[in-house]
C-alpha cells in the first residue's frame, strides 16, 4: 500500500558519514536512556557527532511542561547552533536511545574547518536539513488541525519503515507520552483521537507499541483536506 509524501517535521537523520574520518580527534563518550547529555543553561563549548543511537532534543517551561523539539538520530551532528553563536542553550539533549557521542573543543573544530573542506560542507547540510524541519513543524503546529498532525505522524513512521508488512506501523521506543510531546497535544487527548480513527475503521490499535492503517485512502484524505 502506498503512502502520500509527508514533510519531516520531527526526526533529523542525515547520515554525516563524512565526520569518520576525524573522530580521532574527538573525545568518545557513552550514554544511556535517559541520561542528559547537555543541560538547558549551559555554555556549548564543544560540538558533538552522534555516531549512534538517539538524542532528545527538549524545551521545559517554567511551568514545567516538556516539547520534545526533535530526535537526532545516529551519523548527525547536534548541538551545533549554541555551540557557534557562543551563548547558554534554553534546550536540553537527553539520551533517548544508547548513544555513542564524540565532543570537539572550538581550537579542534578550527583546524579541522581549515584542513577538512568536507566538514564545513557537512555543517551546513545539516544545519538546512534542520531548518528545514523545524519550518515544517512550526507550519504544522500553525496551520494543520490536531487530526491532521496526528494522521501526517502516522504516515511520517509508515514512510520510514524499510519493508512495512501488513501496514503494520511501529512506534519504536516512542511512548503516546512522547508523541504527544512531539504534536503539542496532551497524552489523553492525543489516545482519544487515535481511538476515533479506530472506530472508523481507519487504524487499528495493536499490542506492541503498533497500529495497523486499515484505510490508507481515508488516512491520506484527513492529512491534506
Not at 53 to 69: A, F, H, L, P, Y
Not at 71 to 94: G, Q, R
Not at 127 to 138: A, G, I, Y
Request: with cysteine; hydrophobic share 45%; aromatic share 8%.
Amino acid at each position: 500500500m502506498s503512502a502520500p509524501h509527508v514533510n519531516e517535521f520531527w526526526r533529523i537523520k542525515v547520515n554525516s558519514d563524512a565526520w569518520n574520518k576525524v573522530l580521532g580527534l574527538g573525545v568518545r563518550q557513552e550514554f544511556k536512556q535517559g541520561e542528559h547529555i547537555v543541560f538547558a543553561g549551559e555554555l556549548v563549548t564543544e560540538l558533538r557527532y552522534l555516531q549512534s543511537g538517539t538524542v532528545s532534543m527538549k524545551r521545559t517551561s517554567s511551568g514545567g511542561n516538556e516539547k520534545i523539539i526533535m530526535h537526532v538520530e545516529e551519523n548527525s551532528l547536534f548541538c551545533e547552533v549554541p555551540f557557534f553563536t557562543k551563548e547558554p542553550i534554553d534546550s536540553s539533549f537527553v539520551c533517548h536511545k544508547e548513544a555513542v557521542v564524540y565532543s570537539f573543543c572550538k581550537e579542534t573544530v578550527d583546524i579541522m574547518l581549515e584542513t577538512h573542506p568536507y566538514i564545513a560542507k557537512d555543517i551546513i547540510h545539516t544545519l538546512s536539513q534542520k531548518v528545514n524541519v523545524l519550518s515544517n513543524q512550526l507550519a504544522s503546529l500553525g496551520l494543520d488541525t490536531l487530526m491532521q498532525r496526528i494522521v501526517k505522524f502516522v504516515l511520517l513512521r509508515y514512510n520510514a519503515m524499510e519493508l512495512p508488512s501488513n501496514d503494520i506501523v511501529s512506534l519504536g521506543s516512542l511512548r503516546m507520552k512522547d508523541i504527544a510531546s512531539i504534536l503539542g497535544v496532551h497524552r489523553a487527548t492525543l489516545y482519544k483521537s487515535l481511538k476515533s480513527l479506530e472506530r472508523v475503521g481507519i487504524i487499528k490499535i495493536l499490542r506492541d507499541n503498533k497500529l495497523q492503517i486499515l484505510n490508507m485512502e481515508a488516512l491520506a484524505a484527513i492529512a491534506y483536506h
